[in-house]
């Protein structure tokens, strides 16, 4: 049968996303300053398009005299990865753990969703400051305490839909032609998982920005002298009065981020599966 047309509904979100994934790779090249880079006499400097504004500088500087454009750029390529890190960092053992939790659900299936319920038992986003209360905060360690938070919905998601999967002819089919296990997980049921996988680990993937930006916001996330969103904002936090822009662009840049993403991920999940089309 012949797949549905992409729909126009996502286009736009889409071409906004790969604008800001090339603006964070090639932001060594068209930053017109060094993000770390600090001008004592240029503090607070205001956007072009505000009295007193310089081309020099077009979103202003923020409170050290540092570029906010460079800034953002910078820190796209950071909030992005770290967001792609944990999500990729969640899914390959949510989707392990899944299928073994799926096709042994005496023992090991038991086991698997026990703690995926203890991981659950705390919101993701606290979670992710226990984690770094142990780990200490970094670049890394934030990345793995958010992978950690996101790990349970995976597998869980994995386990329910490759169950669904293992009830349909295909499998039984493979199985009674002597497939061994490994086999009717990642070449049999695994494929036919893709759409749902696919679709949560793009919601999850603007979760994990969100939960970077206030990791970063709270301190416990991305230290300075590191560009990332949310620790813009707790820095730009006591100039909002006197210099709004240093806290209006940094939540912009996430709010424009995290709602094309999630527009992308509800597109996707209609244009996947059949039922909602």
């Known amino acids: 049968m012949r797949p549905p047309a992409f729909p126009n509904s996502l286009k736009l979100p889409l071409a906004v996303l790969v604008l800001l994934v090339l603006a964070a790779l090639l932001a060594p090249w068209i930053a017109p300053h060094s993000p770390v880079e600090q001008n004592r006499a240029l503090?607070?400097?205001p956007p072009v398009w505000v009295e007193g504004g310089s081309s020099?500088?077009?979103?202003?500087?923020?409170e050290l005299g540092r570029d906010i454009l460079s800034r953002l750029l910078h820190g796209a390529r950071i909030s992005l990865g770290i967001g792609a890190a944990a999500v990729g960092l969640a899914l390959i053992p949510g989707v392990v753990l899944g299928l073994l939790a799926a096709f042994y659900q005496r023992w090991l299936g038991t086991v698997v969703l026990r703690l995926m319920d203890l991981l659950l038992a705390l919101p993701?986003?606290?979670l992710a400051i226990c984690v770094l209360a142990v780990l200490g905060p970094g670049?890394?360690?934030t990345v793995i305490a958010i992978a950690i938070g996101a790990l349970p919905g995976m597998t869980r998601l994995t386990r329910a839909t490759a169950l669904a999967e293992m009830s349909k002819g295909y499998v039984m089919a493979s199985q009674a032609a002597g497939a061994s296990t490994v086999r009717l997980m990642f070449r049999t049921v695994l494929p036919n998982c893709t759409a749902p996988l696919t679709v949560s680990a793009t919601l999850a993937?603007?979760?994990?920005i969100l939960e970077a930006a206030g990791l970063g916001f709270l301190g416990l996330g991305v230290q300075a002298p590191l560009p990332e969103w949310g620790a813009m904002l707790a820095a730009a936090r006591d100039y909002h009065e006197r210099a709004p822009w240093t806290v209006l662009l940094p939540g912009l840049a996430i709010l424009v981020t995290v709602l094309c993403v999630n527009l992308l991920g509800d597109g996707l999940r209609d244009w996947l599966d059949p039922k909602l089309r």
């Open 124 to 126: 993701g986003l606290l």
């Open 43 to 45: 503090l607070l400097a």
């Open 205 to 208: 993937f603007s979760g994990a």
């Open 139 to 141: 670049l890394v360690n």
């Open 56 to 62: 020099a500088h077009w979103l202003g500087t923020d």
